[in-house]
Structure formats: C-alpha cells, structure tokens
Nanobody, 130 residues
Framework: QAQLEERGGGSVEVGGSLRLSCAPS????????MAWFRQVPGQEREGVGS???????SYSDSVKGRFTIWRDNARSNMYLRMNNLKPEDSGMYYC????????????????????????WGKGTLVNISS
C-alpha cells in the first residue's frame, strides 16, 4: 500500500511563505503524476498544482504566480513553495498521486482532479492569519 507523507504546514501571517514537502513510497515514483490539493471544512477538495511524469506543470488560477511545484525523482520527493499567502489559502493540504496506468499519452491538468488520484496523503494544515 502506497504511503504519502506531507510535511511543512503551519501558521503564518498574510504575505508570508511556506514550503510543503511530500515523501511518497511509490514504486517507480517518476512515472506518477503528482499533485497538491487543499480542502477547507464544508467545501470540496480542490487541486492546487500538479507535475506529471514528463515534468509538465499546471496550477489552479487562484495560485498562479504565487505557488511553485517541483519534484525530485531521484529522492522520490515533491515540493510546493507558497509565497504571498492569503487567508483564502488556509486549509488542509494533501499530497496526491495518480498511477501511470491512467496515462494514455497525456496527463490531464492537476492529474485529472480528485477523480484522477489513486493515492492520498493524510494532509498537513496550513493557516494564514491576517
């Protein structure tokens, strides 16, 4: 069973920065589409950013220009740098992985959304205070 462990959440003030990391235990990690999602109570989980097996990156419109996603396939890690944080960025952030079995020539943006994800981490909490 795959395990995805997130780290780096915390509480920062508006305008601050955080860096999240994810350490998945996945065989052939480099073949997975990896993504970050977030969720606040009462709302649906939403995609934040993704990086697929070819290195193509996508972001939600709400974080473009502020968040940066990257991966280190040699170390089987994924990261999310979050700058200029806003109160609406608060929530539980989840690391997610979509299996290469879903790959048919092109990965969908954000790894296809929640329906495209095969494995989830337990989440790390981000709180932005004003």
């Amino acid at each position: 069973q795959a395990q995805l462990e997130e780290r780096g959440g915390g509480s920062v003030e508006v305008g601050g920065s955080l860096r999240l990391s994810c350490a998945p235990s996945l065989y052939s990690y480099g073949t997975y589409c990896m993504a970050w999602f977030r969720q606040v109570p009462g709302q649906e989980r939403e995609g934040v950013g993704s990086i697929d097996s070819a290195g193509s990156i996508s972001y939600s419109d709400s974080v473009k220009g502020r968040f940066t996603i990257w991966r280190d396939n040699a170390r089987s890690n994924m990261y999310l740098r979050m700058n200029n944080l806003k109160p609406e960025d608060s929530g539980m952030y989840y690391c997610a992985a979509a299996s290469p079995l879903r790959y048919h020539g092109n990965w969908l943006p954000l790894c296809g959304g929640t329906d495209g994800v095969d494995y989830w981490g337990k989440g790390t909490l981000v709180n932005i205070s004003s």
